[in-house]
């Protein structure tokens, strides 16, 4: 089975921090991706990876930067923290598959981050 | 661009009671359709997934057939269980590696 690993489960950070979101995949896979839940509004794509030192914004990128400097790990930067950024925060990954219909993706257990 | 709406909840069942939760995508082109469930304190796991129109997912008792004249996903069980209790999203992928763009989530709980 895949194994989508974040590194923390909770996390307690101050206002104006730099915070790094650590995620992990043990498949190779190609593509990864960070999210944020809200209540109300789903889950929207932060940043995507589809390959090493490859990035793209998604929906919501303000706030935010990423850094993929290896296949496996794929992290989430806050700048600056500021208290709309508590969320909860998931990371998942897929294949690419050539020639085959979209791979779905596999996600970690979440972050659930608090910005005091 | 893309979206997805899928009925709000809470859902609130009985035990053994048939399911259906509604979910309708506006999409360019021929997205592909996944159902996704999460467990209290747990992230999302794949329940089933549909790539093309006409398709059934399956998995676990759920149902969802790919229908493109209605542009809809729903999700059907015929005989729900307390285990079943969870958040259900509807979410569609265009074509290449982009994101899934997810309906809002609905929080399904069903009663002994």
């Known amino acids: 089975d895949v194994k989508v690993t974040q590194s923390s489960r909770y996390l307690v950070k101050r206002t104006g921090e730099k915070v790094f979101l650590e995620c992990v995949q043990d498949m190779d896979h190609e593509n990864m991706f960070w999210y944020r839940q809200d209540p109300g509004l789903g889950l929207r794509l932060i940043y995507f990876?589809?390959?090493?030192?490859?990035?793209e914004k998604g929906d919501i990128p303000e706030g935010y930067s990423v850094s993929r400097e290896k296949k496996e790990r794929f992290s989430l930067i806050l700048e600056s923290a500021s208290t709309n950024q508590t969320s909860m925060y998931l990371c998942?990954?897929?294949?690419?598959?050539?020639?085959?219909?979209?791979?779905?993706?596999?996600f970690g257990d979440g972050t659930r981050l608090s910005i005091l | 661009g893309n979206s997805v709406t899928q009925m709000e909840g809470p859902v609130t069942l009985s035990e053994e009671a048939f399911l259906t939760i509604n979910c309708t995508y506006t999409?360019?082109?021929?997205?592909?359709l996944f159902w996704y469930v999460q467990y209290p304190g747990e992230g999302l796991q794949l329940l089933l997934k549909?790539?093309?129109?006409?398709d059934k997912g399956s998995n676990k008792g759920f149902e969802a057939t790919y229908r493109k004249e209605t542009t809809s996903f729903h999700l059907e069980k015929g005989s729900v269980q307390v285990s079943d209790s969870a958040v259900y999203f509807c979410a569609l992928m265009g074509r290449g590696a982009d994101g899934l763009t997810f309906g809002k989530g609905t929080h399904l709980i069903i009663q002994p």
């Open positions: 998942a990954s897929s294949i690419t598959a050539l020639g085959q219909d979209n791979q779905p993706q596999h």
């Open positions: 549909a790539t093309k129109a006409d």
């Open positions: 999409a360019t082109g021929y997205p592909s």
């Open positions: 990876s589809y390959d090493v030192k490859m990035k």
